[in-house]
């Protein structure tokens, strides 16, 4: 009985050694210094501006309230010239967020109506 035992104890231990060696050796599953080292910068921290195309710049539009929008600050944003939200352009990719808008507000740059009064 106790050689049986034995023998199980020893089949559990190679069986949990195999396991460990696939685990390691499976392909993509550990990568050097991928917790510390990120591929690609934060989103908010990548460089304005960037190359957008003259097809795309004529659909989009301000996602609040639909109207069209002015590349400005030298093709670092587009400017909404009705409420002054700028929208930031980070690598060449629109950031069409309202809330990205707002935080870039213009308020100087607002174009208001002038009645007549």
Do not use: W
């Not at 020893?10 to 991928?34: C, M, T, W």
């Not at 213009?106 to 002038?114: A, F, G, K, N």
């Amino acid at each position: 009985m106790r050689r049986f035992v034995k023998f199980l104890i020893f089949l559990v231990v190679a069986a949990l050694i195999i396991r460990a060696v696939k685990a390691y050796l499976a392909p993509g599953d550990h990568q050097e210094n991928s917790l510390t080292e990120p591929d690609t910068e934060p989103y908010d921290e990548a460089p304005l501006g960037g190359e957008v195309s003259a097809d795309l710049l004529e659909i989009l539009v301000c996602p609040e309230d639909k109207g069209s929008l002015e590349l400005v600050d030298e093709g670092k944003f587009l400017l909404n010239p009705r409420n002054g939200y700028k929208y930031p352009i980070r690598g060449g990719v629109p950031v069409m967020l309202i809330e990205e808008g707002r935080k870039h507000q213009d308020e100087s740059l607002i174009v208001t109506e002038q009645g007549s009064g």
